[in-house]
């Protein structure tokens, strides 16, 4: 049952698109010469993907330190629920909310009364960087922010005793003590930001396309079945590739790391 | 409020509940101590949808599916149909025939009437996506009021597929308080005002058969052409103005109202609907031509709520609530009851009855175009540029 629709696309990719749209059986290697014709898609996927994944975790980050670490833990609670609380509305919605913050009449008029002069921010990449951030930030967040909290407090005591000033402490101990959090959050955010559609659609206004974008026309405008399968057999291909290497780093830098242990 | 505690906690709803299901207590009993009951009848009264499908007579079921295009129905007809018969309608929205037919052609679309555009018709019948009409079951429709130019492209092979919602224009939206007040009048100032004064203010549709026709007027090809080396022209001058459009969207009237966008390709219902409320926002034709066009009201083959599909298209085409319509929605429709009603002023609108001469340069879009594989592709090449 998991694999089955993989399987369709994958035999997909190989065939031709149907005299009407959508897809007759055939066996060539056309679709994929043709992946060129996506390049524009695949960079701006693989360009905001990493950057946007980046931004969440440097944006989370002294938020989820902030909630484990510096708060107490009746306020903490309260915080936590405010860091839910966009989940529970669609983010189609919220998005539509940035289109008026990010659109002539918000910020840009805004920036244009202090006297700096007109831009525009709405259908740009800033514009789907500011998305992205703001939808993927509490899935950074929690996994943060659970590695701090499990964080063995005594250590950071000890570190003090032992007269380490407190910005050492911080870089050598509860940094590299937390990264599990980041990595499995940045993972999180990158492979669902490599999916990614609705933003780009709704904050890009059609000019910021991601791979997501080019799948959603071709499937439901241009009615190319197989090229469309092309297209995601790639994606996923590259996925693989990223998300491996990922993952061999971030364990070979754990095992490098074994040794810090009250233990 | 009253200062007294008028709700019910949980425990002791939950033990009403009990008492109830082991029978130890009446309905009446527990709809009233728990107030469901209140909240029931408050309910029902205030949302009809919620009332079910009984009180209306003949039984259409309780709601409607509609796959229709953005800003194209007056939502007070709706509600008055849903009043009527009690069937709620579920209204979704699309930019491009192209979109309607995807749905379509992947199936287990739930929608029970659709509106698709005149050229499209013919493929969805050799598809068998769509069924004939049973006109027994829509007698508002009287095909000797609708004019043929317009509702002709419903019928195939003598079999009547599609009924007529009304018709209109593709042109230009202009804002023309950043021309010095006047509008612009052909494809070929369209997209060259867009690479220079107009840089990040222009909109044009996600719609293939408009942006790639519009953008083959520039150098004066027919549009509906799917000769290869003038596609080729008009992808060269797509990519070229790419970069300076502020968005491909076919939902263009936010951001012309609020200032975001100065131009755009535009239908003859959002231009009357801008300039009746932006009166600065002028809409004017292509002096080369482009496109005229009719949409119509059609029946997907298995649409699970069929009669309720069948009476909204016959009370959409009663001619007082066509009527009505087409006040909100702005297009001219083809039937002349409806007409008969409509003043003097309206019916001599050049917004939605342009001059003779640049009527006579527009072109029916053509079926071809619908399934083309270059155009298909050319339009996508367009957007992931």
């Given at each position: 049952?998991?694999?089955?629709?993989?399987?369709?696309?994958?035999?997909?990719?190989?065939?031709?698109?149907?005299?009407?749209?959508?897809?007759?059986?055939?066996?060539?290697?056309?679709?994929?010469?043709?992946?060129?014709?996506?390049?524009?898609?695949?960079?701006?996927?693989?360009?905001?993907?990493?950057?946007?994944?980046?931004?969440?975790?440097?944006?989370?980050?002294?938020?989820?330190?902030?909630?484990?670490?510096?708060?107490?833990?009746?306020?903490?609670?309260?915080?936590?629920?405010?860091?839910?609380?966009?989940?529970?509305?669609?983010?189609?919605?919220?998005?539509?909310?940035?289109?008026?913050?990010?659109?002539?009449?918000?910020i840009p008029a805004l920036i244009a009364w202090m006297g700096f002069g007109s831009i525009q921010l709405i259908n740009?990449?800033?514009?789907?960087?500011?998305?992205?951030?703001?939808?993927?930030?509490?899935?950074?967040?929690?996994?943060?922010?659970?590695?701090?909290?499990?964080?063995?407090?005594?250590?950071?005591?000890?570190?003090?005793?032992?007269?380490?000033?407190?910005?050492?402490?911080?870089?050598?101990?509860?940094?590299?003590?937390?990264?599990?959090?980041?990595?499995?959050?940045?993972?999180?955010?990158?492979?669902?930001?490599?999916?990614?559609?609705?933003?780009?659609?709704?904050?890009?206004?059609?000019?910021?396309?991601?791979?997501?974008?080019?799948?959603?026309?071709?499937?439901?405008?241009?009615?190319?079945?197989?090229?469309?399968?092309?297209?995601?057999?790639?994606?996923?291909?590259?996925?693989?590739?990223?998300?491996?290497?990922?993952?061999?780093?971030?364990?070979?830098?754990?095992?490098?790391?074994?040794?810090?242990?009250?233990? | 409020?009253?200062?007294?505690?008028?709700?019910?906690?949980?425990?002791?709803?939950?033990?009403?509940?009990?008492?109830?299901?082991?029978?130890?207590?009446?309905?009446?009993?527990?709809?009233?101590?728990?107030?469901?009951?209140?909240?029931?009848?408050?309910?029902?009264?205030?949302?009809?949808?919620?009332?079910?499908?009984?009180?209306?007579?003949?039984?259409?079921?309780?709601?409607?599916?509609?796959?229709?295009?953005?800003?194209?129905?007056?939502?007070?007809?709706?509600?008055?149909?849903?009043?009527?018969?009690?069937?709620?309608?579920?209204?979704?929205?699309?930019?491009?025939?192209?979109?309607?037919?995807?749905?379509?052609?992947a199936g287990g679309t739930g929608w029970d009437v659709f509106v698709p555009t005149n050229y499209t018709i013919s493929?969805?019948?050799?598809?068998?996506?769509?069924?004939?009409?049973?006109?027994?079951?829509?007698?508002?429709?009287?095909?000797?009021?609708?004019?043929?130019?317009?509702?002709?492209?419903?019928?195939?092979?003598?079999?009547?597929?599609?009924?007529?919602?009304?018709?209109?224009?593709?042109?230009?939206?202009?804002?023309?308080?950043?021309?010095?007040?006047?509008?612009?009048?052909?494809?070929?100032?369209?997209?060259?005002?867009?690479?220079?004064?107009?840089?990040?203010?222009?909109?044009?549709?996600?719609?293939?058969?408009?942006?790639?026709?519009?953008?083959?007027?520039?150098?004066?090809?027919?549009?509906?052409?799917?000769?290869?080396?003038?596609?080729?022209?008009?992808?060269?001058?797509?990519?070229?103005?790419?970069?300076?459009?502020?968005?491909?969207?076919?939902?263009?009237?936010?951001?012309?109202?609020?200032?975001?966008?100065?131009?755009?390709?535009?239908?003859?219902?959002?231009?009357?609907?801008?300039?009746?409320?932006?009166?600065?926002?002028?809409?004017?034709?292509?002096?080369?031509?482009?496109?005229?066009?009719?949409?119509?009201?059609?029946?997907?083959?298995?649409?699970?709520?069929?009669?309720?599909?069948?009476?909204?298209?016959?009370?959409?085409?009663?001619?007082?609530?066509?009527?009505?319509?087409?006040?909100?929605?702005?297009?001219?429709?083809?039937?002349?009851?409806?007409?008969?009603?409509?003043?003097?002023?309206?019916?001599?609108?050049?917004?939605?009855?342009?001059?003779?001469?640049?009527?006579?340069?527009?072109?029916?879009?053509?079926?071809?175009?619908?399934?083309?594989?270059?155009?298909?592709?050319?339009?996508?090449?367009?957007?992931?540029?």
């Amino acid at each position: 049952m998991l694999v089955l629709p993989l399987i369709v696309v994958f035999v997909f990719s190989f065939g031709a698109r149907g005299p009407a749209g959508g897809y007759a059986p055939g066996f060539s290697l056309e679709n994929f010469m043709n992946l060129g014709a996506r390049w524009a898609a695949f960079k701006n996927t693989m360009v905001l993907a990493p950057v946007g994944t980046l931004a969440c975790a440097v944006i989370a980050y002294p938020l989820a330190y902030f909630l484990a670490l510096r708060v107490s833990a009746k306020r903490r609670t309260l915080l936590l629920i405010l860091v839910i609380v966009p989940f529970w509305t669609s983010i189609l919605i919220r998005s539509y909310a940035w289109i008026f913050i990010l659109g002539g009449k918000g910020i840009p008029a805004l920036i244009a009364w202090m006297g700096f002069g007109s831009i525009q921010l709405i259908n740009t990449p800033f514009a789907v960087l500011v998305g992205i951030v703001y939808g993927y930030l509490p899935l950074m967040v929690f996994p943060i922010y659970v590695s701090l909290e499990q964080l063995d407090k005594r250590l950071l005591e000890a570190s003090a005793d032992l007269g380490c000033p407190p910005g050492r402490t911080f870089l050598s101990v509860t940094l590299p003590l937390s990264m599990p959090g980041v990595a499995t959050g940045s993972m999180l955010v990158f492979i669902l930001l490599m999916g990614e559609f609705l933003i780009p659609a709704m904050l890009g206004g059609g000019k910021v396309f991601f791979v997501g974008n080019a799948l959603v026309d071709l499937f439901l405008q241009s009615r190319n079945w197989a090229f469309g399968s092309a297209v995601a057999v790639a994606l996923v291909l590259i996925m693989l590739v990223t998300v491996t290497a990922y993952m061999r780093a971030t364990r070979r830098w754990a095992g490098g790391r074994a040794d810090v242990s009250l233990m | 409020m009253t200062d007294k505690i008028d709700y019910i906690s949980r425990e002791k709803f939950l033990a009403e509940l009990m008492r109830y299901k082991k029978g130890s207590v009446s309905r009446r009993h527990f709809l009233g101590v728990t107030g469901l009951g209140l909240a029931t009848s408050v309910l029902g009264a205030a949302l009809p949808g919620l009332r079910g499908a009984a009180r209306a007579e003949g039984s259409i079921g309780d709601r409607v599916v509609l796959a229709s295009w953005p800003n194209y129905h007056d939502p007070a007809n709706f509600d008055a149909f849903t009043a009527k018969t009690g069937a709620l309608v579920d209204l979704n929205v699309f930019g491009s025939n192209e979109e309607m037919l995807a749905k379509l052609q992947a199936g287990g679309t739930g929608w029970d009437v659709f509106v698709p555009t005149n050229y499209t018709i013919s493929t969805y019948v050799e598809l068998g996506l769509i069924e004939p009409l049973d006109m027994s079951k829509i007698p508002n429709y009287d095909a000797a009021a609708f004019d043929p130019r317009f509702a002709g492209p419903g019928t195939i092979d003598g079999k009547i597929y599609a009924v007529s919602k009304d018709w209109g224009t593709t042109g230009m939206g202009t804002n023309t308080s950043h021309t010095n007040g006047a509008p612009l009048t052909s494809w070929k100032e369209f997209w060259d005002i867009t690479r220079a004064e107009f840089s990040g203010r222009t909109t044009v549709h996600d719609y293939q058969l408009t942006t790639i026709g519009n953008a083959l007027k520039y150098y004066g090809y027919s549009f509906n052409s799917v000769d290869p080396k003038e596609l080729a022209d008009a992808e060269k001058l797509l990519l070229d103005v790419k970069p300076h459009l502020f968005a491909i969207t076919s939902d263009y009237q936010p951001a012309m109202r609020n200032g975001d966008a100065w131009l755009c390709m535009c239908w003859t219902g959002d231009g009357k609907q801008l300039n009746r409320d932006m009166p600065e926002i002028q809409y004017t034709l292509g002096k080369e031509g482009g496109e005229i066009w009719s949409d119509f009201y059609a029946v997907p083959v298995g649409a699970p709520h069929r009669d309720a599909g069948y009476a909204l298209i016959n009370d959409l085409l009663d001619p007082m609530v066509n009527m009505a319509e087409t006040l909100f929605h702005g297009q001219p429709v083809a039937d002349s009851r409806v007409n008969a009603m409509l003043s003097a002023e309206r019916l001599a609108d050049p917004i939605l009855y342009p001059a003779a001469e640049l009527l006579n340069a527009l072109e029916f879009g053509a079926a071809q175009t619908l399934t083309n594989p270059d155009r298909a592709e050319l339009m996508a090449r367009f957007k992931s540029a």
